[in-house]
């Protein structure tokens, strides 16, 4: 695709409720970040891949959040019995490998917890 | 472990005027590069400049540039001739290269008054 493409834009759900967010990368990057952005705050590395390497977790809050990239592209990443505090919005991001240092950024979603 | 930090949270300047939005580091790395990105209100971050610490040449991005000090730690991002359209916070980040992750400062939300 063009750009990074995260779905979706907007995301409402009840307390204790497990919800999936989804970033596409553009096509041919192999480094894919999360970050996280709360209000008022700077962005919070949660989570990297690069190609088929372990990925770096050591951002991740807790066992609640996970992540995943199937074929080197698609990424998801889990947060499960969602809690008031992660309510945030989420950030994608993408680069062509570990030594290319630009990366584009998606536009987000938006998680509401209630 | 590396900080970013930017002490201005909100800054205003005229159109057609030129500001200065201040960044500092703290590393012990040798080989980084220090970026400023942009959010909007689309939630989209969008790079504006990029530094190579080994280079001691300022980067230089149109309207756009650097004032790198790299023995003082500083990054400092001069926007000349704003424009309405620069309106939006803007994030000073540090990667350490060959890196993982971006060091993000809690960002300095600029407005461009008419």
């Known amino acids: 695709g063009a750009g990074v493409s995260q779905s979706p834009s907007n995301k409402v759900t009840e307390k204790g409720k497990d919800v999936e967010l989804r970033c596409d990368p553009i096509?041919?990057?192999?480094?894919l970040y999360w970050y996280r952005q709360s209000l008022g705050q700077g962005l919070e590395f949660l989570i990297y891949?690069?190609?088929?390497?372990?990925?770096?977790k050591s951002g991740l809050p807790s066992d609640r959040f996970s992540a995943e990239r199937t074929g080197g592209s698609v990424s998801t990443l889990t947060i499960q019995r969602t809690q008031q505090e992660d309510s945030a919005v989420y950030l994608c991001?993408?680069?062509?490998?570990?030594?290319?240092?630009?990366?584009?950024f998606g536009q987000g979603t938006r998680l509401t917890v209630v | 472990a590396q900080t970013v930090t930017q002490s201005q949270p909100e800054m205003s300047v005229q159109e057609a005027e030129t500001v200065t939005l201040s960044c500092t580091y703290d590393?012990?790395?040798?080989?980084?590069?220090l970026f400023w990105y942009k959010q909007p209100p689309s939630r989209q971050m969008i790079l504006v400049i990029r530094?190579?610490?080994?280079?001691?040449q300022n980067a230089t991005e149109n309207r756009f540039s650097v004032n790198f000090q790299k023995a003082a730690k500083s990054f400092s991002l001069k926007i000349s001739d704003s424009q309405l359209g620069d309106t939006a916070m803007y994030f000073c980040?540090?990667?350490?290269?060959?890196?993982?992750?971006?060091?993000f400062g809690t960002g300095t939300s600029l407005t461009v008054i008419p």
């Open positions: 590393t012990s790395e040798s080989n980084y590069y």
């Open positions: 096509s041919g990057h192999t480094a």
């Open positions: 991001a993408s680069s062509l490998d570990s030594m290319n240092t630009e990366a584009f």
């Open positions: 530094q190579e610490a080994y280079k001691q």
């Open positions: 891949f690069q190609g088929n390497s372990a990925p770096d």
């Open positions: 980040a540090f990667m350490k290269h060959p890196g993982n992750q971006f060091y």
